[in-house]
């Protein structure tokens, strides 16, 4: 037991718990803020040699390893998974994520509601393949096209590109977002609802929607009629200025891996398949269906945009008014247009 005496050597009671926190706590309070010093230092030097990457089911990920483009790169990537644009911002926004390819429409729908995320890269579909966007029916339904869809239960994610590509369907049709049943689902969860017929319509985009017509569905709208096919590399806004160096680098690897994807997609969808556990067939469908390429941010790109917000708009899904040209930070203009 510990001998407690007061100053003149004199027996003393032990000090009470909270005069022991007192006497003690300035020094805690030292080593806590020293070493959270030592945390925050520590990861600020290391994150400089690593970048965070996240990738969709089928996305970057599986092309980056397919195409070996990250070989030799002096950082460290590390990866993490998600099944929808949706959450893969909320990621970058949080700066739980540094960048990742998104399509367009989510972009602005993130960016618009107010997420500090920007715009470093862009890529544009060099070709226009059908149903790898589309609005999907069952076999068995009688809908013919997106008119048919009034009063009709349609599933789709809120903000993604097929939130965007129902909103211009529908009222290339004249028909508004609430002339149909809308029903904001993952895609995971509307597979199920589609599925058992839970839903009527799914607007739902490459591989899912490989899947889904492999399995019988049909497509009343396709992408192909309604969008231009941009994607942007979205980056969490204060990663684009404190890893700009390594971005960089990543990015250009990125547009190589996206050009060797274009000329080996039997490569990619067996790289694709074994990352996600899609089968063979559906992997190739997804990697013949994805044809893109690094374009600039050139008035082309910012007055698809303009329309995309206006659309999103139109249909009172969005309310934010941020400055579309804030949006850009183009860290990499490409090689080439594949326009």
Do not use: C
């Not at 969490?236 to 200025?241: E, L, R």
Request: proline share 6%; no cysteine.
């Amino acid at each position: 037991m510990p001998d407690w005496t007061d100053d003149e050597g004199v027996a003393a009671s032990p000090p009470a718990p909270a005069e022991g926190l007192k006497r003690w706590w300035p020094l805690l309070l030292a080593v806590v803020l020293a070493a959270g010093l030592y945390a925050w230092l520590g990861r600020g030097s290391a994150s400089g040699d690593v970048l965070h990457v996240g990738s969709q089911r089928g996305g970057t990920k599986a092309l980056m390893l397919a195409s070996g483009a990250l070989d030799g790169a002096p950082y460290r990537v590390e990866w993490s998974e998600f099944p929808a644009a949706q959450t893969l911002l909320e990621a970058i926004g949080a700066g739980a994520v540094d960048v990742g390819m998104v399509g367009d429409a989510p972009f602005q729908f993130a960016y618009q509601s107010g997420s500090p995320i920007k715009a470093v890269a862009v890529q544009s579909a060099t070709s226009r393949p059908r149903e790898s966007l589309a609005i999907l029916v069952p076999a068995r339904s009688r809908i013919v096209d997106a008119g048919g869809l009034r009063g009709k239960r349609v599933a789709t994610t809120r903000g993604s590109v097929g939130h965007y590509l129902l909103l211009r369907a529908l009222d290339a049709k004249g028909l508004k977002p609430t002339d149909v049943r809308l029903i904001f689902l993952a895609p995971g969860d509307a597979k199920a609802a589609f599925d058992t017929g839970s839903i009527d319509a799914w607007s739902i985009w490459s591989p899912y929607s490989g899947t889904a017509l492999a399995e019988g569905a049909r497509v009343v709208a396709d992408g192909a009629d309604y969008l231009s096919g941009y994607a942007f590399d979205a980056a969490n806004a204060s990663a684009a200025t404190a890893k700009k160096t390594i971005l960089t680098d990543y990015l250009q690897r990125e547009s190589r891996a996206l050009d060797w994807a274009r000329a080996h997609p039997q490569d990619y969808a067996e790289v694709l398949a074994k990352e996600t556990g899609l089968p063979l067939d559906i992997a190739l469908f997804h990697a013949k269906h994805l044809p893109m390429a690094r374009v600039p941010v050139d008035a082309a790109v910012k007055a698809e945009e303009r329309d995309v917000v206006a659309q999103f708009r139109k249909a009172r899904a969005l309310a934010g008014n941020r400055s579309l040209d804030e949006a850009y930070l183009p860290l990499d203009q490409g090689p080439h247009d594949a326009r």
